[in-house]
C-alpha cells in the first residue's frame, strides 16, 4: 500500500493540533524512509525491540528542537507580585499607638483564608537586635477572594505558645513574667520584662479580645483579635513601656453581621437611682472642687496722653566789638541824672549858690 505524500500544513488547523500534525507529518515521512515500524508485528521485530537508523535520531531531534522553539514563542505575563503580603499606608492600620508614643515606620498585611494580620513597625533607637512591631490579627470572613489560601493558626494564650513567641522575637534575652492581674480597655492582659543589650530595657506584651463564652454564638458575637507587642527601647523604664498597652486604640473591624468579639456591653449599676444606696463622691473629686477660681483681671483703660510741644526761641545773637573799636564813656543822660557833687560843696548852708 502506497503511503501517500506529506501535505503542505493547512491554515485551517487548530492551534492546539498544531503539534499533533506536525508529528504526524514527520512519522509518515520516517515510514517512507524505513525509520518507522509500519505496524505492531514489524516494531516488536519478533521480540527484540527495534534499532532505529540514523534518520530516525534526526527526525527525533528534530521534533525536541521544533518542540522548543514553539515552548518559547509562547507569550509570558512577567513575574507575578503575590497579594497575601502587601504595604499598606498608615492610614490604614488596624491599631496605633497612643499620642506621643512611638511612631509608625511602616505596616504590612498579610491576608489568609481565616484572618488578616498586619504587622505594624515602630520606631526603634535600641541598640538591641530586632524591629519593634506591634502585631494584631483579626480572625474573621476575609472573603471569597482569597479562598484556597493559607490559613493562619489560631491557639489560645497558653504560656508554652507566649514562651516559643518570646524567644523567636527576643532572642537570647532574660525575660520575667508578671504576675499582676493587668486590664486595659479591651480586657486583661500581660507582658514580660527584661534587659536587652547595653542600657536597653525591652517588653513583650500579649493579649486576646474575645466575647465570653457564654455570649458567643453561631450568629452574634464571634470573631477573635489576637494583639502582641514588642517593644526595646535605650534607658526606658517598666513603666514607660507598660503604658503602650494601655494606650493603644483598635480602630478596625469585619463590616458583617455577628462579627463582635468585644461582647454585648456592660449593664447599667443596678444600685443606681436605688433608694438606700448612697453615692459619696471620691477624694479627688473633692480636691478639684476645692481649687479657688482664678479670677481674671479685666485690662484697665489707658489713658492716652497728649504730646507737649516745647516752643523753642530763637537767641538773638550778640555783637561783639572788633578788637580795635573803643567803647564811648557813658554821658550823664546815660547815667540817668545822677550827679555827685564836689567836695567844697559837702556842708554848704541852704540858700547858698548852687555848687557845680
Known amino acids: 500500500m502506497a503511503i501517500p505524500n506529506s501535505a503542505p500544513l493547512s491554515i485551517g488547523i487548530p492551534e492546539d493540533g498544531l503539534m499533533i500534525y506536525q508529528w504526524d507529518m514527520i512519522r509518515l515521512d520516517m515510514i517512507r ?51 497575601t503580603a502587601i504595604t499598606v499606608p498608615e492610614e490604614t492600620a488596624f491599631a496605633l499607638p497612643a499620642p506621643g508614643g512611638p511612631a509608625v515606620v511602616n505596616i504590612v498585611e498579610r491576608r489568609f483564608h481565616n484572618a488578616t494580620q498586619q504587622d505594624i513597625f515602630l520606631f526603634t533607637s535600641a541598640s538591641t537586635p530586632g524591629q519593634n512591631v ?34 523567636r522575637e527576643l532572642p537570647g534575652i532574660l525575660l520575667r513574667q508578671s504576675p499582676v492581674y493587668l486590664q486595659n480597655n479591651y480586657g486583661p492582659f500581660s507582658y514580660a520584662y527584661g534587659h536587652g543589650r547595653g542600657n536597653d530595657a525591652c517588653f513583650y506584651g ?50 458583617v453581621a455577628g462579627w463582635n468579639p468585644y461582647g454585648e456591653p456592660p449593664t447599667v449599676d443596678p444600685n443606681l437611682g436605688r433608694t438606700g444606696n448612697p453615692i459619696y463622691p471620691k477624694t479627688e473629686d473633692l480636691r478639684k472642687a476645692a481649687q479657688p477660681a482664678v479670677e481674671v483681671e479685666r485690662p484697665r ?21 572788633a578788637v580795635e573799636e573803643t567803647l564811648p564813656l557813658p554821658s550823664s543822660a546815660d547815667i540817668g541824672g545822677t550827679v555827685v557833687p564836689s ?13 557845680k
Open 33 to 83: 524512509n524505513r525509520a518507522w515500524p509500519r505496524s505492531l508485528s514489524e516494531e516488536t521485530n519478533g521480540g527484540q525491540l527495534p534499532v532505529l537508523p540514523i534518520p530516525a535520531l534526526r527526525y527525533g531531534l528534530a521534533v525536541i528542537v521544533l518542540m522548543t522553539g514553539l515552548s518559547g514563542c509562547s507569550p509570558r505575563d512577567g513575574v507575578k507580585l503575590s497579594d
Open 134 to 167: 506591634l502585631r494584631v490579627q483579626l480572625f474573621g470572613p476575609v472573603g471569597s477572594q482569597f479562598e484556597g489560601t493559607q490559613s493562619l493558626g489560631y491557639s489560645s494564650i497558653r504560656a508554652t505558645e507566649i514562651a516559643k513567641e518570646m524567644r
Open 206 to 255: 500579649w493579649q486576646q479580645i474575645r466575647s465570653p463564652e457564654e455570649a458567643r454564638t453561631v450568629f452574634q458575637n464571634r470573631g477573635t483579635i489576637q494583639v502582641r507587642l514588642r517593644m526595646c527601647e535605650e534607658g526606658a523604664s517598666e513603666e514607660k513601656l507598660l503604658n503602650t498597652m494601655y494606650g493603644y486604640t483598635i480602630r478596625s473591624a469585619f463590616n
Open 301 to 321: 483703660p489707658v489713658a492716652r496722653q497728649k504730646p507737649v510741644v516745647q516752643s523753642t526761641e530763637k537767641a538773638q545773637p550778640v555783637k561783639q566789638p
Open 343 to 355: 567836695p567844697g560843696c559837702v556842708g554848704q548852708p541852704e540858700g547858698a549858690v548852687p555848687c
